[in-house]
């Protein structure tokens, strides 16, 4: 049973920076795709960044590359994602996912693990 559990979200100025955490358990992940995903109040859950586990082939989506970076830490188990210059539309619930796979994708439908989500705030 794959366990997903995020952490590290919290309010923070715009410029500011927050460091999110997800912690995963339960089955090896070395053919595993990792991912972070958001949701804002009133929009559907989007696609932010993902990373293999092995910490290679790390991509983004356009509105955050720069600024965030995902990474994994294969001896804790975690992934990890860095997020500076924050802006006050970052705002949002931010799930970690995964799924088994190293083929790229960037969509909600192809991960079939998810966290329950953290929030993270960015005042103006």
């Known amino acids: 049973q794959v366990q997903l559990v995020e952490s590290g979200g919290g309010l923070v100025q715009a410029g500011g920076s927050l460091s999110l955490s997800c912690a995963a358990s339960g089955r090896p992940f070395n053919s595993y795709t990792m991912a972070w995903f958001r949701q804002a109040p009133g929009t559907e859950r989007a696609f932010v960044a993902r990373?293999?586990?092995?910490?290679?082939?790390?991509y983004y989506h356009d509105s955050v590359k720069g600024r965030f970076t995902i990474s994994t830490d294969n001896a804790k188990n975690t992934v990890n994602q860095q997020m500076n210059s924050l802006k006050p539309e970052d705002t949002a619930i931010y799930y970690c996912a995964a799924r088994f796979g190293l083929s790229n994708r960037d969509y909600e439908d192809a991960y079939g693990y998810w966290g329950r989500g953290t929030q993270v705030t960015v005042s103006s």
């Open positions: 990373i293999r586990w092995s910490g290679a082939n790390a």
